[in-house]
């Protein structure tokens, strides 16, 4: 599973630890599109990498930081063919993949410690999409795109 994470100035830390759970997985590659320091950039410009590498197909699922999360998955949910959780607890991350199917994750930097945050990473990770009645519905929130 290819997997592009990145993060704005204010996620930096939950990113390198991110990458650190994802390198417990086999077969997962991960390609980090930035930011590398503490300097401020636009959490909308790191949504866009990410979100183009899942929508081209680079990426099978991507993973978006910033400060609260709120942001970024805004950003990441305003291009055309993703579908981001902004997640802060396990259960919403299993519900996240089982019943939406969500390509990409987004998470807080500010607001969820390492652990809580690995935990949810590796949830989000290993869940798969249940279909069947989900399906329907997640097609219907990917129709309005074309509203």
């Known amino acids: 599973?290819?997997?592009?994470?990145?993060?704005?100035?204010?996620?930096?830390?939950l990113k390198e630890a991110v990458k650190r759970?994802?390198?417990e997985f086999d077969g997962v590659e991960v390609k980090d599109v930035g930011t590398f320091g503490t300097e401020a950039v636009d959490y909308p410009d790191i949504a866009v990498k990410v979100c183009a590498?899942?929508?081209?197909?680079?990426a099978d699922r991507g993973i978006v930081?910033?400060?609260t999360g709120i942001g970024i998955s805004?950003?990441?949910n305003k291009i055309h063919g993703i579908r981001c959780a902004?997640?802060?607890?396990?259960?919403?991350?299993?519900m996240s993949r089982e019943h939406n199917d969500a390509n990409v994750l987004a998470m807080g930097g500010r607001v969820l410690g390492f652990g809580v945050a690995g935990k949810i990473v590796r949830a989000w990770?290993?869940?798969e999409f249940a279909g069947g009645r989900h399906e329907r519905r997640v097609n219907k929130i990917m129709a309005l795109e074309n509203h």
């Open 53 to 58: 590498d899942v929508t081209s197909g680079a």
């Open 86 to 94: 902004l997640c802060n607890d396990v259960y919403s991350a299993q």
């Open 74 to 76: 805004m950003a990441a």
């Open 21 to 23: 759970v994802l390198a």
């Open 65 to 67: 930081l910033c400060g």
């Open 125 to 127: 990770l290993t869940t």
């Open 1 to 13: 599973m290819k997997i592009t994470i990145g993060s704005d100035h204010g996620a930096v830390d």
